[in-house]
């Protein structure tokens, strides 16, 4: 049985791939060929997707190795199918039966349909054998090869310098990503003894709590592994790429940042077993994830057109991701990337509709409200925010301190209900504020069913090592919370802000993204022998 | 034929002058400067009411090759089709060698110097080789260049695509309608002063390499014409060439320059927007300064102002200089150019000189006439229409059928115009529901405010920096059954919100109310609007026993140019209120009873009827059926069953010239919300054809001509037809040359490709990670991956009239006259004796 499910799942990446490797100059003589390829293909992968999820259902995870390379058994090939790795597969596959069609009528007449098409076919598939991977050395390689598609994907439009140079800035962190990887491989294998999820797994949570886990090589090993996921998972210092890369066509974009940008969460969960054993590194990683996912918001708050503020968006959410990656709270990590994928696939798709979206709302931003009155409904709104989070929580049964990360994320739930709250208070219509209390009711109880799912659904495989007893954890939590909550202060209160000298510069700084793309510009035209900064 | 400077540029400048006679001879110079400088950017529509603009529209005082001798030496760009093109019609061999020779004749005629007898042979040559002579080099034609240019170009440096993104974040930011939640907080100053706020803030072009920038701002007068001039004489620019360098600093960001145009177009703040264009210049070069001191360039100007500038001094934009000869290859394009309109002239006069039809049909009384928008698009529809009955005739007119609305949709405090944007709405409309109550009418205005309001609040929520996580968690994968029904077209991206809030049957009753407390249309104000459009149509008599109004409006998701694909008469908009308010007037009793007193009897068995065409599906939709008494019932169904049958045709004709398109694929595309052609607009458009149209009954047209009727008999005055050559006429060239302009050099005129493009602002287009605002048309709409469907033609207007009664249009009106003899385009007038066509030199010519 482990044999079949593992095949099916094998042959979601392999079907893919294997279209995938259609040349390019055959590809665009037989558009029409291709489309239906790529139709069938995505069609029938998610078909395995599913037959293979439904099988595993009941039999945990799935380990076969298939072949290796004589005398070096550490050198192998084969699937490891779990509930995380269900969950993705099934995620990639169905975004990528939309993209495909997206791209069916939006890239006619291109003249290099055919090729676009099989560059995604091939992202698609090398994204998913990352996912079924089941050991290290696969999966880096399996990254390596995503990587080179997806820069195929990003120079569709070859002749424009502005696509070429954002490839290449992508792909300078991307490599040291990867350098990142290969270094982790080598420390591991040393430590471990081998590249196998279940070997190494199992040898680091014996470690859990022993001094053997408390190595600085072991510390090493998930420093490198943590910084890894945040190149490509966008995070900060390693954002700066994302928001210039509207050069691709916008089924691109909505492929990576539903399907690919979210490859260093996936990285972090699925390594959770080792990367817990370093306090550091998932302090670090929590902190970054946090101040990412606040410089996300507040640029994003500035950007004036559609496209760069999904991008911007996507980086905090990503932020926001890695931060509960590093509190430990791995089920809500992975809900967030699949609810995360989808939402942006479809607001990257949709993003034309801007102006009827536009048109369904209200002309001018007015307030009607004085700075008083909207400072009462804040605190009232935050009063029953809270009193709808602790109602929630005793109706599921849970307790924020038995959950890892569990204050933290307690605390944004809140602030969100809250805004929620009074914005719909800030209306004038009672209808309406009564109206978002009820809302405001529904999003906390469905956030916490998705999140009981996704526990459950995870319960054998990540780590459910309590993160937050030692000190050092306890102020990680407490520096994420206050972070938020300073957020949640200046999102309330721009407007009382907005005369003030300082928030004039700290506006065009926002504007500017902080100027944190300029040292990649510049690295990138040193390498390239450029004399001034790239574009 | 004269190119000096025309009077009214020569004019403005006096007046300058005389105004501010206290002030020194050099701030008048730079001002009158500054005012020609403005004239010469045609403005950019936001796409909420995106229209048709003919790009070169502050230079049609100038003969065609001379605009563009102009224009291709301050910018990289090219108002000739590209060679790739030019070249394929000459492989093809799709003209004939007459009509080249044909050609060289009126090339002749309109650029005596530049193509003279000796260089024919020479020319016919490289016509019969098949070669177009050899292209010049990149910078080759170029007078003038900006700092960032020369830099690039000389270093391998990125200066324009980082000044240019600079430029358009600080527009974006300043001109933005509701992207950012958090806006610029300079948006009420001027551009420029708020410019210098945010410059002297703002790190990054002095981190990306130009040292001293923000420091360069503390130096600079608040007022941008007064920066201008310093930062001229920072450059070193004499003043004999401030126009062609500061012509050039302005084209080289043109987009939003147009954009800034367009406010200072129908609006009272014409003031402040001109300002905002001077300091759009003024922005530009404390760039180009900044730059050119940071990359220690001794004397700028010098390599600013190339060779050839020198017989463009001392008034580039003023006079054309006679020492300035294009070079053989343009000269080989333009030959191509004019033949290829030869021939599509020659072929479609044929066609219409083939017709012997009589005109006693028009005798007998229709059954059912249709009124069409002049749009190419009714054409088709027209012609299979009329194949449908013989008791169904169609005429065209301008699709706002003469009523310039401002229509204000329910629960909505203003208006959209819905007309030319040539003029502005003389009367507002309200929508309304049929017999439905004020209380009711109150209700639902008042749940539609509520709405968006909290559409709005759970947009905060969603988008929040606090909120947003705790959104897409709970609520994320309710966008996965979203993805499915949209990728299937089962849902549109967005809902429209044009129908909120009201039950199905009431959502059939929503129009255009004319009796609104707040139209406050007197009888006798009706009784003239609706004596204006029968007289323009010409129906004073025979009126047949159903009339419809046809307006004509596109049917597409996700597509921010839908605007584009509306009806552009009714600016940009549906013409379905137009159509239903001119149906609303001719049935009013009283108006009719008015009319009668002026001559017009309408008899009693005729009723007036609004519909809509919708070009994308070709569905027609009447209005306001439930109102029609008994005995039209009857008709007006034939009318709608011909309408259908005629839908049916005209999908299938349209649906040859889309690729991989089934009839039923056509219908799919009004709700596939990854169609970049959801149809094809009013690509191919060439010909402007006034005249009656029994002339042009029955042929096939292609979909490429404006149809307009007129009836110069009945026009003994001119009147009708001074309406239609300074309107319609007007505005079929503004769309005419867009499409040209975007089809023959897409980089310079188009907006690129649609994939990659990204609405800014919620009012423009950017493509891809930034640069300038885009002001034409995408790629996907004028050529659909193997040819254009657009070919680069300038229009053909062909009338129906006497020479006489054209020549005194065209004497009255100095523009018109302009597009004519100019070679924006070409004027062919059909009377009795023959068929005449207008050279350059302003005389007659007859066509075999």
Redesign the interface.
């Known amino acids: 049985m482990d044999l079949i499910i593992s095949l099916v799942a094998l042959a979601v990446p392999v079907l893919l791939l294997t279209a995938g490797l259609t040349p390019s100059a055959w590809a665009d003589r037989h558009v ?1 060929f291709m489309r239906g390829l790529a139709s069938v293909v995505t069609l029938v992968s998610f078909i395995c997707a599913l037959a293979a999820a439904v099988m595993l259902v009941g039999t945990g995870a799935v380990d076969v190795r298939y072949a290796a390379v004589p005398g070096a058994p550490v050198l192998n090939f084969g699937v490891y199918f779990d509930s995380l790795a269900a969950t993705m597969l099934l995620l990639i596959t ?2 990528g ?2 993209i495909v ?11 290099h349909q055919g090729q676009f098409l099989r560059w995604i076919l091939f992202t698609l598939g090398s994204v998913l054998l990352l996912v079924v991977s089941r050991n290290l050395l696969q999966f880096t390689l399996a990254w390596i090869v995503t990587d080179f598609g997806l820069h195929q994907l990003l120079t569709h ?1 070859a002749h ?4 070429l ?2 490839a290449r800035k992508r792909s300078l962190i991307a490599g040291l990503g990867d350098v990142l990887l290969v270094v982790a491989l080598f420390a591991s294998y040393m430590t471990f003894g081998s590249l196998d999820y279940t070997v190494v797994f199992e040898a680091a949570v014996a470690m859990q709590g022993t001094s053997l886990g408390k190595t600085a090589l072991v510390g090493m090993i998930a420093s490198l592994f943590v910084i890894a996921a945040m190149t490509k998972s966008a995070q900060f210092p390693f954002h700066s790429w994302l ?2 890369t ?5 089924p691109v974009s909505a492929l990576m940042h539903a399907g690919i940008i979210n490859a260093g969460g996936f990285l972090v969960i699925r390594l959770s077993p080792m990367v817990v054993l370093s306090d550091a590194a998932l302090g670090f990683l929590a902190i970054n994830g946090a101040l990412t ?2 410089l996300g ?2 640029v ?10 999904l991008a911007f ?1 996507t980086i ?2 990503m932020g ?1 991701m890695m931060l509960q990656c590093g509190l430990g709270s791995f089920s ?1 990590a992975l ?2 990337i ?6 942006k ?2 607001a990257f ?17 007015s307030r009607s409200f004085s700075w008083k009155a909207s400072l009462g409904m804040s605190f009232l709104s935050t009063i029953l925010a809270v009193a709808i989070l602790s109602a929630s929580l005793f109706l599921f049964g849970l307790r924020l301190d038995e959950k890892p990360g569990g204050w933290v994320l307690g605390l ?2 809140a ?3 809250s ?2 709250m009074s ?2 208070m ?4 009672l ?2 504020s009564i ?2 209390i009820g ?1 405001a009711a529904g ?2 109880v ?2 916490l069913s ?2 009981e799912v996704m526990d459950t659904l995870l319960k054998e495989t990540v780590s459910h090592q309590p993160v937050a007893d030692s000190p050092f954890d306890i102020t990680v939590s407490a520096v994420a919370m206050a972070s ?1 909550f300073l ?2 202060i200046l ?1 309330h209160f ?1 407007q009382g802000f ?2 003030f000298w300082w ?3 700290f ?6 993204g902080f ?1 944190l793309d ?1 040292p990649l ?1 510049r690295i990138t035209a040193r390498i390239y022998g ?6 | 034929m004269s190119v000096d400077n025309p009077p009214s540029d020569g004019s403005s400048a006096t007046d300058y002058r005389d105004r501010e006679g206290k002030n020194d001879s050099v701030t008048c110079d730079l001002k009158a400067v500054l005012s020609r400088l403005e004239k010469l950017i045609s403005p950019l529509w936001p796409l909420a009411d995106y229209v048709a603009v003919n790009p070169f529209v502050g230079m049609s005082d100038r003969r065609f090759l001379d605009a563009r001798h102009l224009l291709v030496s301050v910018r990289q760009c090219d108002p000739l089709p590209g060679s790739d093109y030019l070249q394929s019609l000459l492989e093809k061999d799709a003209i004939p060698r007459r009509d080249f020779e044909a050609a060289y004749e009126e090339c002749q005629e309109e650029y005596p110097d530049w193509f003279d007898e000796a260089d024919r042979e020479r020319l016919l040559r490289h016509v019969d080789e098949k070669s177009l002579g050899d292209p010049p080099g990149e910078f080759a034609e170029r007078g003038f260049l900006t700092v960032a240019e020369l830099v690039d170009r000389d270093q391998n440096t990125r200066w324009q695509s980082h000044i240019t993104t600079e430029i358009s974040r600080h527009c974006a930011a300043h001109f933005d309608r509701g992207q950012a939640t958090w806006p610029s907080p300079w948006r009420g100053l001027p551009l420029y002063e708020a410019w210098l706020k945010r410059a002297g803030i703002s790190k990054r072009l002095d981190s990306l390499g130009i040292s001293g920038f923000r420091g360069l701002m503390g130096f600079l007068p608040t007022e941008p014409d007064r920066a201008i001039r310093s930062l001229l004489e920072m450059l070193g620019v004499p003043q004999e060439h401030w126009e062609g360098v500061l012509l050039s600093q302005l084209m080289s960001i043109s987009g939003w320059a147009a954009f800034i145009r367009f406010q200072s177009w129908n609006s009272e703040e014409t003031e402040a927007a001109a300002e905002d264009l001077v300091g759009l210049l003024a922005i530009r070069l404390t760039c180009d300064v900044a730059l050119a001191k940071s990359s220690n360039l001794t004397n700028p100007a010098k390599a600013l102002i190339r060779e050839g500038a020198a017989v463009l001094a001392p008034r580039v934009v003023g006079a054309c200089d006679s020492a300035y000869s294009p070079s053989l290859h343009v000269r080989v394009r333009y030959l191509v150019l004019k033949a290829s309109e030869v021939h599509y002239r020659r072929r479609l006069l044929d066609r219409i000189d083939r017709r012997t039809v009589s005109r006693n049909a028009q005798n007998l009384r229709p059954l059912v006439q249709m009124v069409f928008c002049i749009d190419v698009r009714s054409e088709v529809f027209r012609r299979h229409l009329e194949e449908q009955n013989e008791a169904i005739v169609t005429s065209g007119f301008a699709g706002f059928f003469g009523i310039p609305l401002e229509f204000v949709r329910l629960g909505a405090s203003w208006g959209a115009a819905h007309c030319p944007v040539l003029i502005t709405p003389s009367i507002t409309v309200q929508e309304g529901i049929r017999n439905a109550s004020h209380e009711r009418l109150a209700e639902v205005s008042s749940y539609r405010r509520r709405l968006r309001k909290a559409r709005k609040a759970w947009k905060i929520f969603q988008t929040s920096a606090i909120s947003c996580f705790s959104f897409v968690e709970s609520l994320g994968l309710g966008y996965l059954p979203k993805l499915f029904t949209d990728s299937m077209g089962l849902t549109p991206p967005v809902g429209d919100p044009s129908l909120d809030g009201l039950t199905d049957e009431e959502k059939q009753l929503l129009g255009p109310d004319l009796d609104d407390e707040d139209t406050s249309l007197s009888t006798e104000a009706r009784a003239g609007l609706a004596e204006k459009i029968l007289r323009g149509l010409g129906m004073l008599e025979n009126f047949a026993e159903v009339v419809v109004f046809c307006g004509h409006a596109s049917k597409m998701v996700n597509n921010p140019y839908q605007a584009g694909y509306d009806c552009g008469a009714c600016g940009g908009h549906s013409g379905e209120p137009n159509a239903r308010a001119a149906a609303a007037l001719l049935n009013d009793p009283a108006v009719r009873e008015l009319l009668g007193d002026r001559g017009i009897a309408i008899p009693e068995n005729t009723r007036f009827l609004a519909a809509v065409h919708c070009t994308t599906t070709d569905e027609v939709k009447f209005f306001d059926l439930q109102e029609v008494p008994e005995t039209f019932v009857e008709t007006v169904g034939k009318a709608q069953r011909w309408c259908e049958a005629a839908g049916e045709a005209a999908r299938h004709e349209r649906s040859g010239r889309m690729r991989n398109a089934s009839d039923e694929r056509l219908l799919y595309r009004a709700r596939d919300w990854s169609e970049v052609r959801p149809e094809w607009g009013l690509a191919g458009n060439a010909a402007f054809i006034v005249g009656d149209r029994t002339h042009t009954l029955g042929e096939d047209l292609r979909g490429r001509t404006f149809l307009h009727d007129y009836d110069a008999s009945r026009d003994p005055a001119g009147e009708v037809l001074e309406a239609i050559m300074t309107a319609p006429m007007v505005v079929t060239s503004w769309i005419n040359l867009q499409y040209y302009a975007s089809a023959a050099d897409n980089r310079g005129y188009g907006s690129g490709s649609k994939v990659i493009h990204d609405v800014v602002g919620q009012f423009g287009i950017l493509e891809g990670n930034g640069g300038d605002l885009m002001t034409g048309l995408p790629w996907q709409a004028v050529h659909d991956g193997s040819r254009f469907q657009h070919e680069p033609l300038r229009l053909l207007v062909v009338i129906e009239a006497t020479r006489e009664a054209v020549a005194s249009v065209l004497t009255k009106h100095e523009g018109v006259r302009q597009l004519a003899e100019n070679g924006w385009l070409s004027l062919v007038v059909r009377e009795a004796s023959g068929t005449f066509r207008r050279t350059a030199s302003g005389e007659w010519r007859m066509l075999e």
């Open positions: 029409p169905c975004i039966i939309f069609r997206f791209s069916m009528r939006y890239l006619d007449g291109d003249g439009h424009r310098p502005w696509a140079w954002t928001p210039d509207m050069e691709a066509p916008t996912a606040l918001g507040v994003m708050f500035t950007q004036t057109s559609v496209k760069r503020s968006s905090a959410q926001f809500a809900l967030h699949v609810a995360h994928s989808l939402y696939a479809h798709l949709s993003s034309g509709s801007i102006l009827t979206l536009a048109a369904r709302m209200p002309p001018s931003q944004v739930l602030m969100a209900l805004r929620l914005t719909a800030e209306t004038g219509y209808r309406l109206l978002g809302a999003v906390a469905l956030y998705l999140f938020f957020m949640f999102t721009t907005s005369h928030m004039h510069r506006y065009v700084h926002a504007n500017n100027y300029i510009r450029q004399r001034a900064a790239v574009s």
